[in-house]
């Protein structure tokens, strides 16, 4: 496997390739892992990886390769290119030492990720399966960030290079496969491959959470979690604060817009920042919330879907997504039946939507129950397992 994010990361696309990789080790796979350092969602260096150049660690049964890139605290096009650009040369300087190499697998983005995971495949003679988790070509066309249109369109470029290479292709949602398509990629080559909720359900009573955290069992509290970037646009939480004093709004993550956001939220009591906690207590945080927010810019149309997702449906709180109405993250939370859509960057229809669901118990009730169920149906880790499993077996001609 090749993907810049991996364990210790617990947000994002990092717990995906260590659930995938681990499972293949639990079947005696001789599996490695190309890794980054770990650095999402802060976009800044795990202490633990200050001095390490390059490295190869045991985790779990899995070889993991380390090697060291560029961590941009700040986004624009250029950082975000020379990250990718050191991702691809220490790859290509210090390629892993694996040995035989049957299959590989790359988690998109990165491009360089995709790039080194082909040329690994066609140094072996093996297949080479990318799974499309996102497109940064779509991302740096939408990201407001300066260069921003000649990023993706030398984004596009590449990705197409990647993907038309690949023996087959897996993207996590329906929505990309027309896009995926357009850049020449046979649609008899793409797989649907959803990913799964990675978090165990709740298990703590969430009057004892809420005490814990000191939130009041009469406020109304509106929680997001994950990574704080531009796409996010949480600025519609800050002001979704300032207009409603009674409502708590709890940011909880990490992420290059955390400063920005922090200064715009300077004198609101009501708003709150939270660094990201253990796994083990994620699940019964997100469940002490009453609703759960997932926002993006409005210029976003975004065909993936957040990991955030997952990790909601099955805390059982209702979901307000504050996104574009054709994206895949819309889709998603029709889908499940788990929460409900308001217009992107207004915090007055966001807004309305918590109180609605605060003044409604019922309908709040409800739309969370409908999260477990879905996932119980869709989303399990097993059925994601399996549906990876069912794609290199198939890339292998099995």
Known sequence: MVSTNYSPEHTGIGPYATGIAEHWASRGHDTHVLAGLPHYPSWSLDPAYRRVWRATERRSGVTVHRRR??????????????FESSILVHGLVAPPGTGHVDAVLAQLPSLAGGVLGARIAARHHAPYVPVVQDLMGAAAAQSGIQGGGRAAELAERAESWVLRRATLVGVIHETFVER???????????????????????????????????????????????????KQGLDVLVEAARRDP??????????????????????????????????????????????????????????????KLTSYFA???????????????????????AGMLVEPENPDHFLSAVRRLAEDPAMADGLGAAGPRHVAAHLSREAGLARIDALIDEALGG
Do not use: C, K, Y
């Open 69 to 82: 890139h560029s961590v941009p605290s700040r986004q624009s096009a250029l950082r975000r290119a020379l």
């Open 315 to 337: 805390a059982g709180r209702p979901v307000v997504a504050s996104v574009a109405a054709e994206g895949g993250t819309a889709r998603e939370v029709l889908r499940s039946g």
């Open 180 to 230: 995926v398509r357009a850049m020449g990629v046979d649609p008899g080559r793409i797989r649907l491959v959803p990913n799964w909720s990675h978090i165990q359900a709740p298990s703590a009573p969430r009057a004892r959470t809420r005490e814990r955290l000191g939130w009041r069992p009469e406020q109304t509290v509106v929680l997001h979690s994950g990574n704080m970037g531009l």
């Open 246 to 307: 009674a409502t708590r709004i709890v940011l909880m993550g990490d992420g290059n817009q955390r400063e920005h956001l922090a200064r715009r939220a300077e004198g609101l009591p009501n708003l709150e920042f939270l660094p990201p906690v253990a796994d083990a207590d994620f699940p019964d945080v997100l469940a002490a919330a009453d609703v759960l927010a997932v926002t993006q810019r409005a210029s976003v149309l975004d065909m993936s879907v957040p990991s």
